[in-house]
């Protein structure tokens, strides 16, 4: 007996070693600085002060402080949760879910390229993607289709598996009795600043949707719960600022406020409501922000004419109420919303590809707010152009494509991603703020890309 304890012992302590040498040799990572800063900002926002003998925080040791557990066992990430005496809702931005309850990508099967890229920057960011099956539009069945039934003559295959696919995710949130959960589809890019950019977007949520604390009925925006009784005249005659946010009443669940239906954070055209339209009125500005490319850059490939440089200064991002809005790389969906939209666009009527459907239905039912230029891009990655768009697989024939790009996304995730997976401390700006029009033209005797690599910010 004493034998067989004694075995166990080595093992324990051999397994112990091994482990150790696991810790000591793990490499850090690249985002190690900004993840630093996050934490300082984050913990100053809450009255905490590191002591000066204090040991830096890096990203294993964040990982190992943020590290619960649900009741079902599983590992839950809640940033700096062992730090805050009381956490604050609105800090749940900072998790792995982005301050929703998940994350959802329709992904194709076949398409593992997109869901590779996808992992590799999650496992980067500390963002956790689930991945639903997208769906191809043979594969729907007539009987399936909802009125009017003419979709077969109507649309193309692309556009009856996209809409099915959409009702699907739309469907997981209401199975799985989500909160919230934002759909994304699968060939999205974003900044490696994306949680900074949703907590400033989930300020300016709450500001444009939830009442005004201690008044439960009324609204930092007035037009706000009188839409079909809006004219010029009560409309605000100043936006909303992240420099003069209104105090509005804490959310109940969820750091974006509890009374939306749809965020629509990542498109390819957006136009701000006009005064005599059935919209909320409101903007939020969010000034001097770095994540914003210069106006003169203008290169977002909008179907549309607006020009926010007309009405704001540089590095100025806008949160509005939805008007005009094309593509749906990415939007959250609250459950109140998921319950309407899946009424309404899954039995009800399929009129119109989704994105359009769904941009009429904000119009004209759904509490819906956007952001310019938008958070959530689509990436155009190098090499053949007809892997494009599984939508139009037909798009780019035989063309070939040199240089990836993401538009407005200034440290695209994916553009820096060799470098980061690498350590490098070097990351690529698409936009850098000086000579706009030069670094496009090639005057200034370089390759003309746009881009240039600079140190993680």
């Not at 009795?177 to 999205?188: G, L, P, Q």
């Not at 109420?321 to 990415?330: E, G, P, V, Y």
């Not at 703020?433 to 890309?449: E, I, K, L, N, P």
Request: glycine share 6%.
């Amino acid at each position: 007996m004493i034998g067989g304890q004694r075995v166990w012992l080595l093992a324990a302590l051999g397994f112990c070693a091994f482990v150790a040498t696991l810790i000591v040799f793990r490499p850090t990572s690249s985002l190690e600085p900004y993840i630093q800063r996050t934490t300082h900002a984050a913990k100053e926002r809450l009255g905490f002060h590191d002591e000066e003998d204090e040991e830096p925080l890096t990203s294993a040791k964040l990982n190992d402080k943020t590290q619960t557990k649900t009741q079902d066992g599983k590992a839950a990430n809640v940033v700096l949760d062992s730090l805050q005496p009381s956490r604050a809702l609105e800090d749940d931005v900072y998790n792995s879910t982005l301050g929703f309850e998940k994350l959802l990508v329709i992904n194709l099967p076949d398409r593992t390229d997109h869901k590779d890229e996808l992992t590799i920057a999650g496992s980067l960011l500390d963002i956790h993607f689930d991945f639903i099956p997208g769906i191809r539009g043979e594969d729907v069945p007539d009987k399936a289709l909802p009125p009017p039934g003419d979709q077969r003559e109507r649309f193309h295959d692309g556009n009856v598996g996209s809409w099915r696919a959409h009702m699907s995710a739309i469907q997981t949130v209401l199975q799985e009795n989500y909160t919230s959960a934002v759909i994304f589809e699968d060939d999205i890019d974003f900044d490696v600043r994306i949680k900074d950019q949703l907590t400033s977007f989930a300020a300016a949520s709450r500001a444009l949707t939830q009442p005004l604390k201690n008044s439960p009925n009324t609204y930092a925006d007035p037009t706000l719960p009188h839409r079909n009784e809006l004219n010029s005249s009560n409309a605000l005659e100043h936006d909303l600022s992240s420099t003069n946010s209104p105090t509005t009443a804490p959310p109940t669940y969820s750091p974006y406020g509890d009374n939306w239906d749809v965020l629509w954070l990542g498109h390819c055209a957006a136009l701000f409501p006009k005064p005599d339209q059935p919209i909320p009125q409101a903007r939020y500005t969010i000034p001097n922000d770095p994540t914003v490319p210069l106006w003169g850059y203008n290169n977002s490939g909008k179907a549309h004419d607006e020009k926010p440089e007309a009405e704001y200064p540089e590095h100025t991002r806008v949160v509005h109420h939805a008007r005009r809005m094309i593509c749906t790389f990415a939007y959250a969906i609250s459950h109140r919303g998921a319950q309407r939209l899946l009424y309404d666009l899954g039995v009800a009527a399929f009129k119109d590809p989704f994105d359009v459907a769904l941009a009429i239905w904000c119009e004209e039912k759904g509490t819906c707010l956007t952001v310019q230029p938008q958070l959530i891009s689509l990436y155009r990655a190098p090499g053949a152009m007809n892997k494009d768009s599984d939508i139009h697989p037909n798009s780019g024939q035989e063309q070939i494509r040199e240089q990836g790009s993401s538009p407005y996304i200034r440290r695209s995730v994916k553009l820096n991603m060799g470098r980061l997976v690498e350590g490098q401390e070097e990351l690529i700006d698409q936009y850098p703020d000086y000579d706009a029009f030069r670094s496009f033209d090639g005057d200034d005797g370089d390759s003309g890309d746009g881009v240039e690599a600079m140190p993680v910010r």
